[in-house]
């Protein structure tokens, strides 16, 4: 339904000043994202009542400035021209006044109302800067209002200012000292330099500094020990060991409760739709298909919740970008920097959170080499494949084959970012420019809506996706009608035996294996279930049911073969909702099939030079 | 004239020179790097980025980077 609204009012800013934070008061649980049009770029906006007008507040992209390098600046262009707004805030750190002011002159540029609110003012007044509010709006000729974007109870005060402000106020950049710099439409040196000295001479207007930086003390003496040149990456790898941890650790009891939820909703609906005389194949649709299949999805909705809350906690405090630092002499020759290592780390617990964080990267050969080579990293997903395999070929040896697999999975990972790095060479600019943020407390609220970004992207994927896909596979493996669920005679298993013999060299040709690996393009722990499901275990994660799968497993492989089906499941295609969440992130389909194509292709020669050159050597 | 990453920490230095294509001088200079700004190195370990102080703001800038800007030690 499409909303009517008094006012269209943009909000734009440089990173780390505060803008989300400010967006998130305005707008609280109004929000919605999307990405803009045609675009890889996200867009956020929210509705707000005050009094009796509704205005449609749009999120801008946090931008240091509006050059015609960037997707940032188109978007700003269309959301003026489309949506024509009836003004745009620019929110500005009061104790980085000299720097955000080099975007207010660009957007003075636009010609359109401009409204500056200065948040911060009270830690700029700590570092011994004082701004006259009053001179710096009549010197730019546009309305100037304070703001503390932490301070919910100011909120009221800041929208009533805000349309105040535009009501009365006319198009910014009419005084004189403005116009002329607005003549000058060059992009280069000389324009930098003329906008700087332009700021400079405002600053001295309005800007009073007193040299007492005590405030900084406390960020000094954290930077020292995080960034430490020896401490830096240790500290770096036992803040990620905890998330992990506590990801785990907190998920855990969380995990049972969904999985008994579903177990006990699968009884109830069985005996539920039997009492109404529902026929026999729905209720199989509903309770092994859809159950099965969403709810098999749905259980990690907790790891995804609190791994995103912790990641968040980084990110606002002001850390992650200090990883970013730390990390860089590393990831630098991979043609990335540092700051693609936050990625690549999430998808230790997943690909598709992993793949969504690139959008923190700058450029887009960038984004599109880190989402290349996140699906090789090893994702929860896959333990319980694992799992499974280790207890029964290598029960000697658990700990070490899984460590194995991840260490392959990282350099894999790397070897195949090399290639690509070589490829996109031209294209790829892993010059490190990043700002490192004071330190700052992250708020309750922020994160929480972090939260409810990310779990309601997954909750919908899972109602939308996994659920057609759930749907197919359970027909797939129902018909023709009259077979028995999951047998050879179903056209899963006619699928399992058309595809098994491509397995033969790499040790595994039953088909079985062959509609296991199908369905685990699902998700990949499917192919843990598909077993069960083919050998009639319904329950493959009680433990009573690992001795049946022991049996029939052994028949199937070596533990040679064993390792090789491994390896083919740790690397081959990710599963569809990462496929899907690639296509999304990269607005293309060409690229999703190839990460396919290139996923596979990497499995096959992995596993048959493992599976091969095993047999060379006499394993068996 | 030197490069910046042969500054030590704490150095206050004046931007000289700075060898960039149009695209990455853009980026510096939108952070406030440009040819006559006044920087101070933050940190400089002799390995991996360096910190530089920019106006109020704390940047990490990437060592290859530092190479190509040109400064004199003010």
């Not at chain 1, 269309?78 to 975007?103: G, S, V, Y």
């Not at chain 1, 990460?595 to 493992?610: E, H, R, S, W």
């Amino acid at each position: 339904m499409p909303q009517k609204y008094n006012y269209v009012i943009g909000l734009i800013g440089n990173p780390n000043v505060g803008k989300s934070t400010l967006f998130n008061s305005l707008t609280g649980a109004s929000q919605q994202v999307g990405n803009w049009p045609g675009k890889t770029v996200e867009k956020k906006e929210g509705v707000i009542s005050w009094q009796d007008q509704i205005i449609k507040l749009v999120d801008l992209p946090g931008t240091y400035s509006l050059t015609a390098f960037t997707k940032e600046e188109s978007v700003v262009e269309d959301f003026i021209r489309l949506e024509k707004p009836e003004a745009i805030i620019q929110i500005i750190d009061a104790q980085n006044l000299t720097r955000n002011l080099f975007l207010t002159l660009q957007l003075l540029e636009l010609k359109i109302q401009l409204i500056l609110a200065v948040n911060m003012l009270d830690l700029a007044n700590k570092d011994g800067i004082e701004i006259d509010i009053a001179k710096l709006s009549e010197s730019l000729g546009v309305p100037v209002l304070e703001i503390n974007a932490r301070r919910k109870k100011e909120i009221p005060i800041f929208l009533r200012n805000v349309i105040l402000a535009f009501k009365t106020e006319q198009v910014g950049g009419k005084k004189a000292a403005v116009s002329k710099i607005l003549a000058e439409h060059i992009l280069d040196a000389e324009y930098i330099h003329q906008r700087y000295e332009f700021i400079k001479g405002l600053e001295k207007e309005v800007v009073k500094r007193n040299f007492n930086r005590s405030s900084k003390k406390f960020d000094r003496y954290i930077d020292s020990i995080v960034m430490n040149k020896y401490f830096g990456i240790p500290f770096f790898l036992i803040a990620i060991w905890l998330v992990f941890q506590a990801t785990f650790k907190l998920s855990a009891p969380l995990t049972i409760w969904i999985q008994l939820f579903f177990s006990t909703l699968a009884v109830w609906a069985t005996n539920f739709f039997s009492g109404l005389g529902v026929s026999n194949w729905f209720i199989s649709l509903f309770t092994e298909g859809i159950i099965g299949g969403v709810g098999g999805v749905l259980v990690f909705l907790p790891s995804i919740g609190i791994l995103f809350f912790l990641i968040s906690v980084l990110e606002d405090t002001g850390y992650m970008a200090r990883v970013a630092y730390i990390m860089d002499r590393f990831m630098h020759k991979l043609g990335l920097h540092g700051k693609a290592f936050i990625p690549l780390i999430l998808g230790f617990g997943c690909n598709v959170p992993g793949i969504m964080a690139t959008r923190t990267l700058q450029t887009r050969q960038e984004r599109l080499l880190t989402i290349l080579i996140s699906p090789f990293i090893s994702c929860s997903a896959r333990l319980p494949v694992y799992v499974l395999f280790v207890g029964i070929f290598f029960a000697k040896y658990q700990g070490l084959v899984i460590a194995s697999l991840y260490l392959l999975s990282v350099t894999v990972a790397i070897l195949v970012g090399l290639v690509f790095k070589k490829i996109f060479s031209n294209g790829l600019s892993a010059e490190l420019l990043i700002e490192l943020p004071p330190y700052r407390y992250p708020t309750v609220r922020g994160l929480l809506l972090h939260i409810w970004e990310k779990i309601g992207a997954f909750i919908k994927k899972a109602g939308t996706i996994i659920l057609a896909f759930s749907i197919i596979i359970w027909l797939l493996a129902s018909l023709p009608i009259g077979v028995n669920y999951g047998s050879k005679e179903s056209f899963a298993g006619s699928i399992g035996q058309l595809i098994a013999p491509l397995f033969t060299p790499l040790g595994f040709n039953n088909w079985q294996t062959g509609v296991a690996l199908t369905f685990g393009l699902v998700a990949k722990e499917v192919v843990v279930s598909t077993y069960g499901t083919l050998n009639g275990v319904t329950d493959v994660s009680a433990g009573n049911a690992a001795g049946v799968l022991s049996v029939v497993l052994q028949q199937y492989f070596t533990p040679l073969s064993a390792y090789a089906f491994l390896v083919f499941v740790l690397l081959y295609s990710p599963c569809v909702a990462t496929i899907a969440v690639i296509r999304k992130e990269t607005v293309s389909n060409k690229w999703a099939l190839f990460v396919v194509a290139n996923t596979v292709f990497v499995a096959y020669i992995m596993a048959l030079f493992i599976y091969q050159g095993g047999k060379l050597i006499g394993l068996n | 004239m030197n490069t910046l990453d042969k500054y030590l920490s704490s150095d206050i230095v004046k931007i000289e020179k700075i060898v960039c294509d149009e695209k990455f001088c853009h980026r510096l200079g939108e952070m406030g790097l440009y040819l006559g700004s006044e920087i101070q190195i933050v940190k400089n370990d002799n390995f991996g980025p360096l910190i530089l102080k920019i106006f109020d703001s704390q940047v990490a800038l990437g060592r290859l980077e530092a190479q190509k800007i040109y400064a004199t030690k003010i």
